[in-house]
């Protein structure tokens, strides 16, 4: 009996060893599924929540990679949506309300005031207020203007009118044919609008009568008007408006314009904010110029269409320029006579 | 009806580029052209860790609220679908997206950058057969019933596409089982106290884990 108790010893050791080995095999199954710590122990270190508020701020580290050939983005475009707010909530309404609204006001102040007649009959005799180069000069450029708010504002509001208008097919023709022309025309008012600018620079220059202008409201509503050189001082503001806003309009365009020098998105958020601002607001002001040139001032339109103004409109709308050159007033059948010939070759007029 | 949508699981994501390869091969997009793409933060350092990153499909999408041809369009489904019809290469909606997604073949002068492109979720886009269909947007693998590719042929399942409620719940299931505090992305205590051998307890620090078993 004494000898078998060892074997038997044994063959219990075996089958003891045995279910143990089972047994481990089946908790380490048993382990895989259900111990939660496991994936936890091999899963890849994560970042802590600093560096994912700095992901969302739009911040990258040195060590940032991104496997997107000559990317330049981070991994959340943290000004998007700000850009976004602010053109689709302040911007485009602002350019409803502005463009809308002066037209409505002048719209009224025809209707309650009226156009401003000249006070005194026409004398006939005709004084050279813009030259062929400067008419030229700033027709070409109130075209290219007109073009580019007609396109700039289809840009910005044409889909909510004109596709259930004309339906896809027109719509996509219409629209590639709009980006093509404000991208391609743009560049070419920009460089007009500096020549012209900077010819008519010396007319420009604000003087101490200009503040009396201003204070009188430019003599717009009644009789009487303020004193005036050769350009007064609504005609000065407008000129240092183009000078100003125009320019950041042109300079935040031809950022937008051309991409190939590789500024990044949020350069061109900000361009788009300051032209579309600049835009609007300088469309509204030239409703106002267009109005003022045209209907609402009796013989001042055809200085820019013509060239000559005549005596009684000169000396009430420009007096101190009128005192400087009204000895070189000619009459306007000799203007008329003389037309054809002098073309192109017209004295250059004197400012005041 | 089901909101599609992609989640990458940053913790599983080994950066192999196997997404954006996938995704090129699917859709044979232009050359330069790679709608999906991979972020490395940290590279090199012990916290480093990738995402993979393509159109996102958001609910409340920037890229069709700033265009200004209604290049950009929603299905019922939420997968966000561009028409190349449209698209005068404005460049808007690159500007507004969050996660850089709308590519053009060009950038040239005169904004002439060429129409856009971006991910499809392998949905395609409109066109009048399926040929050109194929050759504007790529893959319509939606359509025949199967996911995006990128998501697909993910090696370690770090990607997942679909139904926004069953991989909101795959990803919830990996967070309980990670035991994170918040929400999987963050710093991961248990994970430390495993590795400092000082046990496996779930007392403290898995309250937002144990809510997310609650809610499913």
Redesign the interface.
Same mark, same amino acid.
């Given at each position: 009996m004494n000898t078998s108790t060892p074997w038997r010893g044994l063959w219990r050791l075996s089958l003891l060893i045995l279910a143990l080995v089972v047994s481990l095999g089946l908790a380490q199954t048993a382990l895989a599924q259900a111990d939660p710590g496991r994936e936890a122990a091999i899963a890849v270190p994560a970042l802590d929540a600093d560096v994912w508020r700095q992901v969302k701020n739009g911040e990258t580290g040195p060590n940032y990679r991104d496997s997107r050939f000559d990317s330049n983005y981070n991994l959340i475009n943290a000004s998007g949506e700000t850009w976004r707010q602010l053109r689709d909530r302040w911007v485009s309404p602002f350019g409803v309300i502005v463009i809308l609204g002066m037209i409505a006001v002048i719209g009224l102040f025809y209707l309650v005031f009226g156009s401003k007649k000249l006070d005194e009959p026409r004398t006939g005799r005709k004084l050279l207020r813009w030259s062929l180069v400067i008419r030229s000069l700033h027709w070409t450029v109130a075209s290219l203007f007109i073009l580019l708010a007609l396109t700039g504002l289809n840009l910005a509001y044409g889909k909510a009118i004109f596709r259930p208008l004309f339906g896809d097919g027109f719509w996509a023709a219409m629209m590639s044919g709009t980006k093509l022309i404000h991208n391609y025309l743009g560049p070419l008012f920009g460089i007009l609008l500096v020549i012209l600018l900077l010819r008519l620079l010396a007319h420009n220059i604000p003087r101490k009568h200009d503040l009396a202008w201003f204070a009188k409201g430019g003599g717009l509503i009644g009789k009487g008007h303020p004193d005036a050189g050769f350009a007064n001082a609504g005609e000065k503001l407008w000129y240092w408006l183009l000078a100003t806003a125009g320019i950041a309009v042109i300079v935040s365009g031809l950022v937008l314009d051309f991409p190939n020098y590789g500024q990044g998105r949020d350069t061109m958020q900000w361009a788009n904010i300051i032209h579309a601002v600049g835009a609007f607001g300088l469309t509204a002001v030239a409703l106002g110029h267009i109005y003022i040139g045209t209907l609402g001032t009796e013989a001042s339109f055809e200085a820019m269409a013509t060239g000559y103004v005549d005596e009684s409109w000169a000396k009430e709308h420009h007096n101190l320029w009128y005192e400087d050159v009204k000895d070189q007033a000619v009459p306007e059948e000799q203007l008329a006579a003389t037309r054809p010939h002098s073309r192109g070759e017209e004295p250059t007029p004197r400012s005041g | 009806m089901a909101t599609m949508k992609f989640m990458c699981d940053? =913790?599983? @994501?080994i950066?192999c &580029?196997g997404c954006?390869t996938a995704c090129k091969n699917a859709n044979e997009v232009e050359w /330069?052209v790679?709608r999906r793409?991979?972020?490395? !933060? &940290? #590279?090199? =350092?012990?916290?480093?860790?990738s995402?993979s990153?393509a159109c996102m499909h958001c609910d409340d999408a920037?890229c069709i609220?700033? @265009?200004?041809?209604?290049t950009l369009f929603q299905r019922d489904d939420g997968i966000v679908l561009h028409d190349k019809? !449209?698209c005068?290469?404005? /460049?808007?909606c690159?500007?507004? @997206?969050? %996660?850089?997604a709308p590519q053009f073949p060009k950038? &040239?002068? %005169?904004? =002439?950058?060429g129409k856009m492109d971006k991910c499809t979720f392998c949905a395609g886009g409109p066109a009048e057969t399926q040929e050109e269909e194929y050759l504007k947007y790529g893959a319509n693998r939606i359509a025949e019933g199967k996911l995006p590719l990128c998501a697909e042929m993910c090696s370690t399942k770090a990607l997942l596409a679909g139904d926004a409620q069953e991989v909101a719940d795959i990803f919830r299931q $990996?967070v309980?089982? $990670? /035991?994170?505090r #918040?929400g /999987?992305?963050?710093? &991961?205590p248990? $994970?430390e106290r495993?590795?400092a051998g000082q046990g496996?307890d !779930?007392s403290a620090a898995d309250s937002l884990a144990y809510d997310a078993t609650q809610q499913g």
């Open positions: - | 940053a =913790e599983r @994501c950066e &580029n954006v /330069g790679q793409r991979v972020v490395t !933060l &940290n #590279d090199g =350092e012990p916290s480093e860790v995402i990153v920037p609220a700033v @265009c200004p041809t209604e019809d !449209l005068i290469g404005c /460049g808007y690159l500007y507004a @997206c969050p %996660f850089g950038q &040239n002068a %005169f904004g =002439e950058r $990996r309980v089982q $990670r /035991g994170h #918040d /999987g992305w963050s710093d &991961n248990r $994970r495993v590795r496996n !779930l």
